[in-house]
């Protein structure tokens, strides 16, 4: 079996190869790719040296599945050429979300949706993935009529240069910004790029992702996102209001029996959800869980995942295991 990984020599990327490794993909034959700066580059994989490839060149080595990392621009127009060539494309950028035709997937909540002929299959939004994670197995039960979401992300979500701003600002050192501002000892209110409405990019995929993933147009969704200085991982604030009563005892089991989420939750030893905490893991960790007395049928809950991990590589390639259990590729 051929993989191939578009974007390797990204920080996203990066964490793909480890994760590739970690879950047992030294045995297949993986081709990296990256950009045209980048060929030649040589990656350490499983005991073993990689040299950076050209796109095309891995397009034509005709691989079974092209996990992509390289952004919008680069999906959309490399992943139909590996599409025709009959390899299932896992794209992490926002390119190919909000397509009706194109699967929305993360594996514990919807794998089921896929079917041999979806050669493009996109991955969601990192703080999109950990809150859906977390909500799925609670709109079943209670069915969700509306969210109220705060995001404090991590700068591991913008890159490698929001990163080395962060860093050279605890030094005191100069450095190239990703921010319009300083983000050490601060908070931006601000995801993405702003959008004609006052919202952010990143705050209309929250919204237009979970109803997709949950497959429910009916869900009414409010969302503000804020960088923060840390680099272990996402937290947010989500507010919870069901179309019925909820029993607190029932919400506990139901996240409990969630694979992949983590309940942290006893207040009494304040034990609790922290990036500090996630970063590393691939789990989604809940906590501070409680009712929302101020309005009838309402919870609050704080989630929070290492957005490198789950929001991106380690959810990419559940979906390449999830395809390869199915028997599509050999």
Not at 37 to 63: M, P
Not at 120 to 144: E, G, R
Not at 157 to 183: D, F, N, S, W
């Amino acid at each position: 079996m051929k993989i191939g990984l578009v974007g390797a020599t990204g920080l996203v990327g990066s964490v793909m190869l480890k994760v590739l490794e970690e879950r047992g993909f030294g045995k297949y034959d993986l081709l990296v790719a990256a950009s045209e700066r980048s060929i030649g580059k040589e990656i350490s994989f499983c005991g073993r040296t990689l040299k950076v490839q050209s796109v095309q060149s891995v397009i034509d080595s005709c691989v079974d599945i092209a996990i992509f990392s390289a952004g919008s621009s680069a999906s959309l127009t490399y992943a139909p050429l590996f599409a025709a060539k009959n390899s299932f494309v896992i794209d992490n950028s926002s390119a190919w979300r909000m397509y009706d035709h194109i699967p929305l997937i993360v594996p514990q909540i919807n794998a089921d949706r896929l079917t041999y002929s979806d050669k493009i299959i996109a991955n969601p939004n990192c703080s999109t993935i950990q809150m859906v994670m977390a909500l799925a197995p609670l709109h079943k039960a209670f069915t969700i009529k509306r969210l109220v979401i705060s995001t404090y992300q991590s700068v591991t979500g913008t890159g490698v240069k929001a990163v080395q701003q962060l860093m050279c600002e605890r030094k005191g050192e100069p450095c190239e910004k990703a921010y319009p501002h300083p983000i050490d000892m601060n908070v931006l209110p601000h995801g993405g790029t702003f959008e004609d409405n006052g919202y952010t990019t990143e705050e209309t995929k929250l919204l237009n992702e979970t109803r997709k993933i949950l497959n429910d147009n009916n869900i009414q969704i409010t969302a503000t996102v804020c960088r923060v200085p840390v680099t272990g991982g996402h937290s947010e604030a989500v507010n919870v209001e069901f179309a019925r009563e909820y029993d607190l005892k029932q919400v506990y089991e139901l996240l409990n029996e969630m694979p992949g989420v983590v309940v942290q939750d006893d207040t009494a030893n304040n034990i609790y959800p922290m990036p500090i905490n996630a970063k590393g893991k691939d789990e989604v960790f809940v906590g501070r869980i409680r009712r929302d007395f101020s309005r009838e049928n309402c919870l609050n809950l704080w989630i929070v995942s290492d957005n490198l991990r789950k929001g991106a590589a380690t959810n990419a390639i559940e979906i390449a295991e999830y395809i390869i259990r199915q028997g599509w590729v050999k």
